[in-house]
C-alpha cells in the first residue's frame, strides 16, 4: 500500500525524463507505456483487490463466510480465467505489432524538413558525433536543430555500448564492425541528458552527453564556431582518441577526414586497445592471439 | 527399454547384499506390495526397476548433451561463413581422412553392439575382445582427426585464425573430446568387467557405455554432414 | 611455478575487501575450530558431508542459499549506500570495486541464493510428496550440491585473491573478452559457473527421473502435487537450458584462453551470438527459478486455506504451457539490439502468451483461497505477499514485452526493479515461505511464529521501500549500474532507496532471530504429530524428521491429496488401517565420493583460473580417480532390517492413533 501511494504521489508530481517526452518518438513510446499500463491495470487492480478482499472475508474466525472444502472445479470460472488474461494479449498484442513497426528505430520521421545526419561512435568512455555533411565533429556533445528529424547511424570503437537520450525517445545499440540506425527528433529547443545504457566497463557512469536543440540559425552559428577549433579528425587524431579516457569535457573538431565514420564501421580502423591490466597479475595473452 | 521381466540382471539387491558374485532373480526387499512385474515406474505400479531408472537417467544426460552440441552447431551456422579472409572449408577439408574417420567410429560402433550381445551371454572373452576393438577404433579415429587438426594449424589455419575456424575446431574438438571420455570410460569398464564379472551393476554401466557410445556416433553423422559435406559445398 | 599467482593477488590496498576477506575468514577458522575441538567432526562426516540422503543434501543446499543470501544482500546494502552518495561525488566504492560488486550481486543471488533455495526445497520435499525412499540417483545428488558449494567458494575466494568479474552478471563481449577484461575476474566467473553447472545439471537429472520413474504405487501423473509438477518442469528447464549456459561460457572460455574468435570483435566474431545464445539458457532459467515457487505456494495456499487447490488440471496445463513457452521467448531481453520490427514484435507476442499461463495460476489460488477457512501462519503470509507483489511484477514485465515501452526502458533502474519484483516477490518469498513450511518436517519442531511475521512485514515494507524508487528513477531515465551521477531528479529517489534496504536488513535479522529462537526454545515449538499444519500430500504421513526410509512401506495411492484421503478414511472407519507386514529395507550407503570430488574440481578450478597447469592435471587426475574409486565399491546399499523397520513405523502409528482418538473424541471439523 505504501508502494502504490509513494506511485501516485510520484506520478501525479513528478516529471522528467521519459515521463517528459520532447519529441514524436519519444512521445509515442511513452503514450504506449501508459496505455498498456492502463489496460494492465484493469485486470491487476481487481486481482489485488480480490486477493486482500477473499484473504479476509474466508479467515477462519469469520463465522459468515460459507465454507466449501469439495469445490474445486468450475467451468465458467475456468472460461473466464483463461479468457481475460487471453483478451489482454490479444489487445496487447496488436499495439505490440503495430507499435514496433511504427516505432522501429530505422524507420524515418516524417516531416518537411530533410533529416541531419549524424554518425555516432561509442568510445571508452565517451561520444564521437560525425556531422558527415557539415564536415565537423564534437565529443560528448550533441547540438541538432530544433523541430527537424535527425538519422543516427552508429558504430562502437570497442566494446558494446547503447545511445540513449530519454525525453527524445527510443535507444538503440551499438557494436563495432556494423552499423545500427535511430531516427530522432527534438520539438522544442532545450537541453537533454544523454547517456550510454549498455555497460562498458569502469568510465561508463562518466559516458554521458547533452543534447542541445536549437533554433536553426544559432545550429549554423555552431557549426561556425566550430569550423574555427584548434584540431582536426583525422585518423592519427582518431587513434588518439581511442585511447581510454573517462569524464571528457566537451570539444570540437573542426574538419573529418571524409569516409571515417565508414572505416571504422568496416574495421579497417581497428577496434581500440582496452586496459592495460586488471588486478591479478599479469595479463597473459595466449598464444597465437590475432 | 522394456520391463524388467526379459531381463534377468535388473532387481536390487537382496536382503544379504555382502554375498557377492552371483545375480539372477532376486526379492526385491520391498517392492510396496505392488510386484515385481508391474514396476514400469509408469505411476500405477509404483517405482520402476533399477535398470529402468539407471537407463532412463542416462538417457536424459544423453539428450542433455545433445543441446549442448546444439549449441555448438548453431554457433557454427552463424560462424560458417565468419572466414575473416582466411581459408574456408573447402580449401582445409581432406575428405579422405574423413571418411576414414567415419569408417572407424561406424565399426567401432558395430564392435560396441558386438560386446553388448556378448556379454548378455557372459561372454568374459568375447566382451573383452570386441571392447578393445572399439576402442582401438576409436583410438584411430581421434589418432587421425589429431592429425588433421595439426595440418591445418600447420597451414596457419588454426582456431585462432578466424571465427569459423574457432566454430569448427571446437565443435569437432568437444565430439573430440567426448570420444577421449568415452575411451577412458572404456577402459574402466574393461577393468571392471575383468575383475568383478557380469553383476547386474556392471551390466547397467555396459548398458550406459553402449547408449553413449552409439549416441557418440549419431553426432558425428550430424557433424560430418553439417560441418563437413556442407561446409565442402559452401 | 604458481601460474598468474602472486602475492599482489591478495587486495592489501584495498581496506574493504581486506576486512571483509579477514573477517569471514576467521569466522571460518573458529566454526570449524568449534567444530573439531568439541568433537563433531565424525557426526558431521557421517551424517551430513557424505550423506546422499535427499533430506540432509536438501538441508544443506538451503543453509548454502541462505549464506549466499546474506553475502548477496550485503553487496546490495555498499550498492545502494554507494548510489545514495554518489550524486555530485564519487561514493566511496571507486568504479573498479563497484562494478565487481554489482557483478557479484547478481552472480550469487541467482547461482548460489536463489538455485539451492529451490533445489533444497525440491530436494527435501519431492520424494516425499512422491512416496518414494530417495531421488533416483543419490550419489549423484551429493556430487551436485557439493559441485554448486565449490562455485560458491570460487567467488566468494575472489574477493581476497583476485578480483572478481566487473562484467555484469552475464559477461556481454566484447567486454568480457581478454582485450578489455584481461585480468582474472572473467575466469572464476567462468569456471564457478562451469562447475557448478554441471552440478545443477545432475540435479535436473536426478529429479526428472526421480519424477517420471519413482513414485508410490498408485500415483498416476495427474495424481501428483502440485509442488511436484512444478519440480518436474523446472528440471526439464534445467535438462534443456543449462547445457547453453555450458556450451556458450564455454565459447567464452575458448575465446580467453585459447584465442578462439566467437565473440571477438575481429576475425570474424560475432558478439550478438553470445547474446542470443545466453538469453537462451537465461530466459529458461529465470522460470527454472519461479516454478518450484508456484508449486510452494501452490502447497501453502491449498494447505492453509483447508481446501484442495482450485482446478488442479489447469494448472498442470498452465505450468506445461510455461515450461514450453520459455523457451520462444529470449529474444525479448535484447529488443534493442536492433533485429527489426517483424522480430520484435514476434518475441514481445510470445512473451504475452506466456504471461497468460500466469494469469492463469494466479486466478485459480485466488479460487483456492475463496470457500476457504483461512489461517495466517507465516507461510501464508507469505503467499498473500506474493500474490500481491508478484502480480506487479509480472504487469511490469509484460509491458517492458511491449518493444517501444523497452526502447525507453531498457537496461533502466525501471528494468532492475521489475525482475526484482518478480523474484523477491516469487522466488524469496517462496523461499521462506517453503522453509517456514517444510521446517517443522526437517527438524521435528516449528519456526517461532511472532519472529516470522516479523521478518515479513519488514520484508514486505522493506522490499516497496527500496523498489517503487526504483521503478520512479528508470521512468526518470537513470539506467542502471552506474557508479555515480549527477542528474538531480534522482538523487530523493536514491536515498529514499536507500532507507529501504535498512528496512530489509532489519527483515533479515528477524530472519536470523527466528532461525535462533526456535532452536533455543525448540522444545516448546516440537512437532510430535508430524503433521503440525493439518497437511494434505504425502510427506505429512510420516513422523518429523522423517525416518531414512521415509516410508516403512510405500503409500497406495488412490487420488490426488493422499495423506488427506488417508485422514479422512481413518476418521470415517475410525480406526488405522491394518499393520502391514514388514519387509527389510535397502538404503543407498553414504559416500564421500561426492564432497571429494568437489574438493578436486575446486582444485582444477582454481588452478584453470590462475593458469597454473599442473595443480589442474593433479585435480582432473584425482577427480576421475575419484570416481572410479567410487565405481569400484562392492557395497552399493546396506539394509535397515525388518524389525527395525517396524519398530520406527510403530511408533508412528502409534502417534497417528493418538491424532486419530484426540479427534474422533472431540469431533474436531472434519476437514
Known amino acids: 500500500m505504501a508502494g502504490a501511494l509513494m506511485l501516485l504521489v510520484f506520478l501525479a508530481g513528478c516529471t522528467g525524463g521519459i515521463l517528459e517526452p520532447q519529441g514524436p518518438i519519444g512521445a509515442a513510446n511513452t503514450k504506449i507505456i501508459y496505455n498498456a499500463l492502463a489496460i494492465m491495470l484493469v485486470v491487476v487492480l481487481p486481482t489485488i483487490v480480490a486477493t486482500l478482499a477473499f484473504a479476509w472475508w474466508f479467515r477462519r474466525g469469520n463465522p459468515r463466510a460459507q465454507y466449501r472444502p469439495d469445490w474445486v472445479y468450475s467451468g465458467r470460472i475456468e472460461l473466464l480465467v483463461w479468457a481475460i488474461p487471453l483478451l489482454v494479449i490479444t489487445f496487447l498484442g496488436g499495439v505490440i505489432w503495430i507499435g514496433s513497426h511504427k516505432l522501429d528505430p530505422y524507420k524515418a520521421i516524417l516531416s518537411q524538413s530533410k533529416p541531419t545526419e549524424v554518425q555516432v561512435v561509442s568510445l571508452d568512455w565517451k561520444w564521437l558525433f560525425i556531422y558527415p555533411d557539415q564536415g565537423i565533429a564534437s565529443v560528448n556533445e550533441l547540438v541538432v536543430p530544433a523541430g527537424m528529424p535527425v538519422h543516427f547511424s552508429l558504430t562502437s570503437a570497442t566494446v558494446m555500448n547503447s545511445f540513449f537520450v530519454p525525453q527524445l525517445g527510443s535507444m538503440i545499440a551499438t557494436m563495432n564492425g556494423m552499423v545500427t540506425q535511430l531516427n530522432l527528433q527534438a520539438d522544442q529547443p532545450g537541453d537533454y541528458y544523454g547517456q550510454s545504457v549498455q555497460f562498458s566497463g569502469d568510465g561508463f557512469s562518466g559516458m554521458h552527453f547533452t543534447v542541445h536543440a536549437v533554433p536553426e540559425d544559432e545550429f549554423a552559428q555552431w557549426l561556425e564556431r566550430a569550423r574555427n577549433a584548434p584540431s582536426a579528425l583525422d585518423r592519427s587524431g582518431y587513434v588518439a582518441l581511442l585511447q581510454e579516457s573517462q569524464n571528457v569535457r566537451p570539444f570540437t573538431y573542426r574538419a573529418v577526414e571524409p569516409g571515417l565514420f565508414a572505416a571504422i564501421a568496416t574495421q579497417q580502423i581497428p577496434p581500440g586497445p582496452g586496459p592495460s591490466g586488471g588486478s591479478g597479475g599479469v595479463s597473459v595473452r595466449p598464444s597465437g592471439a590475432k | 527399454m522394456s520391463t524388467t521381466e526379459t531381463l534377468p540382471f535388473t532387481t536390487a539387491p537382496s536382503i544379504d547384499p555382502y554375498k557377492l558374485g552371483h545375480d539372477g532373480r532376486r526379492r526385491r526387499p520391498d517392492d510396496g506390495g505392488a510386484g515385481r512385474d508391474y514396476s514400469t515406474g509408469h505411476g500405477e505400479g509404483g517405482p520402476a526397476s533399477k535398470r529402468v531408472i539407471v537407463a532412463y537417467g542416462f538417457w536424459i544426460f544423453l539428450l542433455s548433451d545433445i543441446v549442448m552440441f546444439s549449441a555448438f552447431f548453431a554457433a557454427h551456422a552463424v560462424l560458417r561463413s565468419a572466414t575473416a579472409g582466411g581459408p574456408s572449408g573447402h580449401e582445409l577439408f581432406d575428405p579422405r581422412s574423413v571418411a576414414i574417420e567415419t569408417s572407424c567410429l561406424l565399426l567401432s560402433s558395430f564392435t560396441c553392439g558386438l560386446s553388448a550381445v556378448a556379454a548378455s551371454v557372459r561372454s568374459q572373452l568375447w566382451t573383452q575382445l570386441s571392447l578393445l576393438i572399439t576402442g582401438i577404433l576409436g583410438l584411430a579415429f581421434l589418432a587421425f582427426e589429431a592429425r588433421d587438426f595439426m595440418t591445418m594449424i600447420a597451414q596457419g589455419a588454426g582456431p585462432q585464425r578466424s571465427a569459423f575456424l574457432s566454430s569448427f575446431f571446437s565443435v569437432v574438438g568437444l565430439h573430440g573430446m567426448h570420444v577421449s571420455a568415452g575411451l577412458l570410460w572404456l577402459g574402466t569398464m574393461m577393468a571392471q568387467v575383468f575383475v568383478k564379472g557380469f553383476r547386474a551393476v556392471i551390466m547397467r554401466r555396459l548398458l550406459c557405455f553402449n547408449l553413449f557410445w552409439h549416441v557418440l556416433d549419431i553426432i558425428w553423422i550430424a557433424l560430418f554432414t553439417i560441418v563437413y559435406l556442407m561446409g565442402e559445398g559452401l | ?671
Open chain 3, 1 to 671: 611455478m604458481l601460474g598468474k599467482l602472486t602475492w599482489n593477488a591478495i587486495p592489501w590496498d584495498q581496506p574493504i575487501p581486506l576486512v571483509a576477506g579477514s573477517a569471514v575468514f576467521s569466522i571460518a577458522i573458529a566454526v570449524v575450530a568449534w567444530v573439531v575441538l568439541k568433537g563433531h567432526l565424525p557426526y558431521l562426516w557421517r551424517e551430513w558431508i557424505t550423506s546422499v540422503d535427499h533430506k540432509r543434501i536438501g538441508i544443506m543446499y538451503m543453509m548454502l542459499g541462505l549464506v549466499m543470501l546474506v553475502r548477496g544482500f550485503v553487496d546490495a546494502i555498499m550498492m545502494r549506500s554507494q548510489q545514495a552518495l554518489a550524486f555530485h561525488a564519487p561514493g566511496y566504492l571507486p568504479p573498479e570495486h563497484y562494478n565487481q560488486i554489482f557483478s557479484a550481486h547478481g552472480t550469487i543471488m541467482i547461482f548460489f541464493a536463489a538455485m539451492p533455495l529451490m533445489i533444497g526445497l525440491m530436494n527435501f520435499a519431492v520424494p516425499l510428496q512422491l512416496g518414494a525412499r530417495d531421488v533416483a540417483f543419490p550419489t549423484l545428488n551429493s556430487t551436485s550440491f557439493w559441485l554448486t558449494a565449490t562455485g560458491a567458494l570460487l567467488v566468494n575466494l575472489s574477493l581476497v585473491i583476485g578480483e572478481f568479474a566487473r562484467t555484469g552478471w552475464l559477461p556481454y563481449p566484447p567486454l568480457s573478452e581478454t582485450t578489455y577484461t584481461p585480468g582474472v575476474g572473467v575466469d572464476y566467473y567462468l569456471w564457478a559457473l562451469l562447475i557448478s553447472g554441471v552440478g545443477t545439471l545432475m540435479t535436473g537429472i536426478n529429479f526428472v527421473t526421480t519424477i517420471l520413474k519413482i513414485r508410490a504405487p498408485g500415483m498416476g501423473y495427474l495424481r501428483m502435487s502440485m509442488f511436484c509438477w512444478t519440480a518436474l518442469a523446472a528440471n526439464l528447464l534445467i535438462v534443456a537450458a543449462f547445457p547453453i549456459l555450458t556450451a556458450t561460457l564455454g565459447m567464452l572460455t575458448l575465446d580467453r584462453y585459447l584465442g578462439f574468435h566467437f565473440f571477438t570483435n575481429e576475425a570474424g566474431g560475432n558478439m550478438m551470438m553470445f547474446i542470443n545464445l545466453i538469453w537462451a539458457w537465461g530466459h529458461p532459467e529465470v522460470y527454472i527459478l519461479v516454478l518450484p515457487a508456484f508449486g510452494v505456494f501452490s502447497e501453502v495456499i491449498s494447505t492453509f486455506s483447508r481446501r484442495p487447490l482450485f482446478n488442479y488440471r489447469s494448472m498442470v496445463m498452465a505450468t506445461m504451457a510455461i515450461c514450453l513457452i520459455s523457451f520462444v521467448v529470449w529474444l525479448h531481453h535484447f529488443f534493442t539490439m536492433g533485429a527489426g520490427a517483424d522480430v520484435n514484435a514476434t518475441f514481445g507476442i510470445t512473451t504475452t502468451i506466456i504471461a497468460v499461463a500466469t494469469g492463469v495460476k494466479i486466478f485459480n489460488w485466488l479460487f483456492t483461497m475463496y470457500g476457504g477457512r483461512i489461517s495466517f501462519a507465516t507461510p501464508m503470509l507469505w503467499s498473500l505477499g506474493f500474490l500481491v507483489t508478484f502480480v506487479i511484477g509480472g504487469m511490469t514485465g509484460v509491458l517492458l514485452a511491449v518493444p517501444p515501452a523497452d526502447f525507453q526502458l531498457h537496461n533502466s533502474l525501471f528494468l532492475v526493479a521489475h525482475f526484482h519484483n518478480v523474484i523477491i516477490g516469487g522466488v524469496l518469498f517462496a523461499g521462506f515461505a517453503g522453509l517456514t513450511y517444510w521446517f517443522p518436517k526437517a527438524f521435528g519442531f516449528r519456526l517461532h511464529e511472532g519472529w516470522g511475521k516479523a521478518a515479513f512485514w519488514l520484508s514486505l515494507a522493506g522490499f516497496y521501500v527500496v523498489f517503487v524508487p526504483l521503478y520512479a528513477t528508470g521512468l526518470l531515465g537513470m539506467t542502471r549500474r552506474l557508479q555515480h551521477y549527477d542528474v538531480a531528479l534522482w538523487y530523493p529517489w536514491l536515498l529514499a532507496a536507500s532507507f529501504g534496504i535498512v528496512i530489509m536488513a532489519c527483515a533479515a535479522a528477524c530472519q536470523v532471530m527466528q532461525i535462533v529462537v526456535s532452536i533455543r526454545h525448540r522444545e516448546e515449538l516440537r512437532d510430535e504429530t508430524g503433521d503440525p499444519w493439518n497437511g494434505r500430500s504425502l510427506e505429512w504421513a510420516t513422523l518429523s524428521p522423517p525416518p531414512a526410509f521415509n516410508f516403512a512401506v510405500l503409500p497406495k495411492v488412490h487420488g490426488e491429496e493422499p495423506y488427506w484421503d488417508m485422514k479422512r478414511r481413518a476418521i470415517e472407519t475410525q480406526q488405522l488401517p491394518a499393520e502391514p507386514e514388514y519387509e527389510p529395507v535397502a538404503m543407498p550407503r553414504n559416500s564421500p565420493t561426492g564432497f571429494i570430488t568437489a574438493f578436486f574440481a575446486t582444485i582444477t578450478g582454481f588452478g584453470l583460473i590462475w593458469q597454473i597447469w599442473w595443480l589442474v592435471g593433479i585435480g582432473l587426475f584425482f577427480a576421475y580417480a575419484t570416481f572410479v574409486w567410487f565405481a569400484w565399491r562392492d557395497v552399493e546399499e546396506y539394509v535397515i532390517p525388518a524389525h527395525e523397520v517396524a519398530r520406527i513405523d510403530r511408533e508412528r502409528r502409534r502417534v497417528h492413533d493418538e491424532w486419530l482418538q484426540q479427534d474422533l473424541r472431540h469431533h474436531r471439523e472434519p476437514a
